[in-house]
C-alpha cells in the first residue's frame, strides 16, 4: 500500500467488504528478479495492423503464451493492434475484441492499444480513418476509468515511418509492473533517434534489470523525494549515478551518492556558471553523459493576490529557468552529451490541470511542457531525446504535512484511487532514459493514476 494511507489498509479488511467500502486496490510493482510478464497475453488486431505479429513475439520471447482469443484463465495483458484500423467497422471490431477480454484481465493488469497518428490517417484514408484513430484516445482513457484491482489502460501511437522494433521499450514499460501508476496514458512512438548501444548478450541473466548498465545519469535535486528514488532506482538498473544538490542539502546529497555507489556534486542549478560547472564536472570525471533529469525543483504557494516578486521569481528560477539553460549547454557544440542522450524533465500535474495557490510553480511546470516540445527537434538533430514526466499526487514527506482533508482528496481523484510513490516516477524516467526509448521525443508522460483533474 502506499504510504501512511489507512483507508487503503481498511479498505482490504474483510470487515470493510461487508460494509461495501470501496477497496484501494493493492499495486503489483516491479521488484527485482521478477519476470517482465505474470501470464498469458492476448494479442488480436482490428484492420490491417502490422503490430500483432511482432508483439506476439515479444510476449513469447518472455516466456508468456500470447492468445489469440479470451479463454477461462486469467489475462496478465491485453494488447489490440489498430493501427490499421479505418473504418468505423473496425472499431466495431476492437468493441468485440475488448468487451470479452476485459472480463478476463486480473488483477493489476495491462491493457494497450496500439494506434496510428490521426494526422497521417486523414492524410492517407481520409476524414472516418482520422476519426476512428482519435477515437482511440477516448476509447483508452475510458476502458482506465472502468477497470479495476488495479489494471490500466494506456494507447500507444505510432507513426507510419515507426518500425516494430522501435515499440519494445514501450511494451516493456506498459505491460510490465514498472508501469503500476501511469494510467490512460497516449504516447506517441516515431522514428527512433540517436544509436542504441549494443544488447546485451542473451545469456546474460541480468541483461533485463540492468537495462541502463553502462550508462551515465545526472539527476538534480537528488538528496531527497523523488530525486532520491530516481537515483535509487537509476542505479539498481545499472547506470552510474552523479548525484546534483545544493550545498545546504549537502548532507542528504552524500547519502544519495553513497547508498547508490555514485558521486556527488554540490551545485546551485541557479547559479551563472552552473551549466558550465556542470557540464565540465561531467566531462572531466565521466568522460561524458547519457541521462540528464532534471528533477530539481522548488514551491514558494501563495495565492496571487498575495504573490510577491521574489516568490515568483525563485520558482520560475529553479524550476525553468535552469533547465533552460542548462539543456541549451548540452546542445552547444562540444558538450559531453552522448549519442543516444536522454534528456528528462520532470514537469508536474500542476502544469497542466492548474492548482489554487500555486500560480507561480504551475507556470513554471508548464513553461517545462512547453519547453520539451520546443527543444524536441533539436535533440533529435544531436541523436538524443528530451521527454517530461508529470508526477500528480505522489506520497512524499511533503505530502504527509497536508492537512488530512487535502491529502485525501489528492488520493482519490485518480482511477487508482490512491496516490503514487516516488519510485512510480523514477521507473517512468528509467524507461525513457533507455537508449533503446530513441523512438519517444517531444513527450509528457502524466504518472498520476489517470487523475480526473486536468485529463
Not at 468485440?96 to 488483477?107: D, F, K, N, Y
Not at 542549478?269 to 528533477?295: F, Q, S
Amino acid at each position: 500500500m502506499t504510504g501512511n494511507d489507512l483507508l487503503a489498509t481498511l479498505s482490504n479488511t474483510p470487515i470493510a467488504r461487508q460494509l461495501g467500502v470501496p477497496t484501494v486496490p493493492a499495486l503489483r510493482r516491479h521488484r527485482p528478479g521478477d519476470p517482465l510478464l505474470a501470464g498469458p497475453v492476448l494479442v488480436a488486431s482490428a484492420g490491417t495492423g502490422r503490430f500483432a505479429t511482432p508483439v506476439a513475439a515479444f510476449v513469447e520471447e518472455h516466456g508468456q503464451p500470447a492468445v489469440s482469443e479470451p479463454a477461462e484463465e486469467t489475462l496478465h495483458g491485453v494488447v489490440v493492434d489498430l493501427s490499421g484500423a479505418t473504418t468505423l467497422a473496425d472499431l466495431a471490431a476492437a468493441q468485440q475484441i475488448l468487451t470479452p477480454a476485459v472480463r478476463r484481465l486480473g488483477p493489476s493488469g495491462r491493457l494497450l492499444l496500439i494506434g496510428a497518428e490521426p494526422a497521417e490517417a486523414v492524410a492517407s484514408a481520409g476524414a472516418e480513418a482520422a476519426a476512428v484513430a482519435q477515437g482511440l484516445d477516448g476509447l483508452v482513457r475510458s476502458i482506465g476509468k472502468e477497470l479495476r484491482a488495479g489494471a490500466t489502460a494506456n494507447l500507444l501511437v505510432a507513426a507510419e515511418a515507426t518500425p516494430p522494433a522501435a515499440l519494445d521499450s514501450s511494451l516493456r514499460f506498459f505491460l510490465s509492473a514498472r508501469s503500476a501508476y501511469v494510467d490512460g496514458q497516449v504516447v506517441h512512438v516515431g522514428t527512433p533517434v540517436g544509436t542504441p548501444q549494443e544488447p546485451a548478450e542473451v545469456d546474460d541473466p541480468r541483461a533485463e534489470e540492468r537495462p541502463l548498465a553502462g550508462r551515465t545519469a545526472v539527476v538534480t535535486g537528488a538528496a531527497r523525494g523523488i530525486g532520491a528514488a530516481v537515483a535509487d532506482t537509476l542505479a539498481r538498473d545499472g547506470a552510474t549515478i552523479v548525484a546534483v544538490d545544493v550545498p545546504a542539502a549537502g548532507e542528504g546529497l552524500a547519502a544519495t551518492a553513497n547508498r547508490t555507489g555514485g558521486t556527488a556534486l554540490q551545485l546551485d542549478i541557479t547559479a551563472d556558471d552552473a551549466p558550465e560547472r556542470l557540464l565540465r564536472h561531467l566531462a572531466e570525471r565521466h568522460g561524458g553523459v547519457d541521462l540528464v533529469v532534471h528533477n530539481a525543483g522548488i514551491t514558494r504557494d501563495k495565492l496571487l493576490a498575495n504573490m510577491t516578486e521574489d516568490r515568483w521569481n525563485a520558482v520560475l528560477a529553479v524550476n525553468l529557468g535552469a533547465q533552460l539553460r542548462i539543456n541549451e549547454a548540452l546542445l552547444a557544440a562540444g558538450s559531453p552529451l552522448h549519442d543516444a542522450g536522454r534528456i528528462v524533465c520532470v514537469s508536474s500535474q500542476s502544469g497542466i490541470a492548474g492548482n489554487r495557490g500555486q500560480t507561480n510553480y504551475a507556470a513554471s511546470k508548464a513553461g517545462v511542457i512547453g519547453m520539451v516540445r520546443a527543444l524536441a527537434p533539436r535533440f533529435a538533430g544531436r541523436g538524443a531525446t528530451i521527454n517530461a514526466v508529470a508526477p500528480g499526487f505522489i506520497e512524499t514527506e511533503m505530502t504527509q504535512t497536508m492537512p488530512l482533508g487535502t491529502r485525501e482528496a489528492g488520493r482519490r481523484v485518480n482511477s487508482l484511487r490512491q496516490g503514487g510513490l516516488p519510485v512510480d516516477v523514477a521507473e517512468t524516467i528509467g524507461w525513457l532514459g533507455r537508449a533503446e526509448s530513441g523512438g519517444l521525443n517531444g513527450q509528457v508522460v502524466r504518472v498520476c493514476g489517470q487523475s480526473m483533474l486536468g485529463a
